[in-house]
C-alpha cells in the first residue's frame, strides 16, 4: 500500500522552528518529487515548497523564502522541511504529496498534479 506519513508538527511560539517529515512506504521516492502543502481554516490550500527527484531543484512560496528548507535522504525514503523563524500567519496542516516524475526533474507548487497525499500534521504558531 503506497503512503505518505507526515510527522513534526506541533505549537511553536512566533520565532521558532520545526522540523516536518514525510515518510514514504509501500514506493521509494526515487522517481517522485515531493512537495509540501499547507491549508489555514478558511484559507485555499497553498504549494509552500517541493524538490525533485533527485534534490537538486527546489522551489519555494515567496511567503516562507529564506525561512524554509526543503530536503531529502533516500536513504530513509523522506522528505523533510525545515522551519524557521516561524510566524503566526504559518499555522496551517501542513500535507506532503508525491509526484511520479520518473527521470525528468520537475518541481511545481500547484497541487493539481500530485498523484498521493498524507494526511497532514498541524502546524500552530502562538505565544
Known amino acids: 500500500q503506497l503512503q505518505l506519513v507526515e510527522s513534526g508538527g506541533g505549537l511553536v511560539q512566533p520565532g521558532g522552528s520545526l522540523r516536518l517529515s514525510c515518510a514514504a512506504s509501500?514506493?521509494?521516492?526515487?522517481?517522485?518529487?515531493i512537495g509540501w502543502f499547507r491549508q489555514a481554516p478558511g484559507k485555499e490550500r497553498e504549494g509552500v515548497s517541493c524538490i525533485s527527484n533527485s534534490g537538486d531543484s527546489t522551489k519555494y512560496a515567496d511567503s516562507v523564502k529564506g525561512r524554509f528548507t526543503i530536503s531529502r535522504d533516500s536513504a530513509k525514503n523522506t522528505v523533510y522541511l525545515q522551519m524557521n523563524n516561524l510566524k503566526p500567519e504559518d499555522t496551517a496542516v501542513y500535507s506532503c504529496a508525491a509526484l511520479y516524475t520518473g527521470i525528468r526533474v520537475v518541481t511545481t507548487l500547484s497541487a493539481a498534479p500530485y498523484d498521493y497525499w498524507g494526511q497532514g500534521t498541524q502546524v500552530t504558531v502562538s505565544s
Open positions: 509501500g514506493f521509494t521516492l526515487d522517481r517522485y518529487a
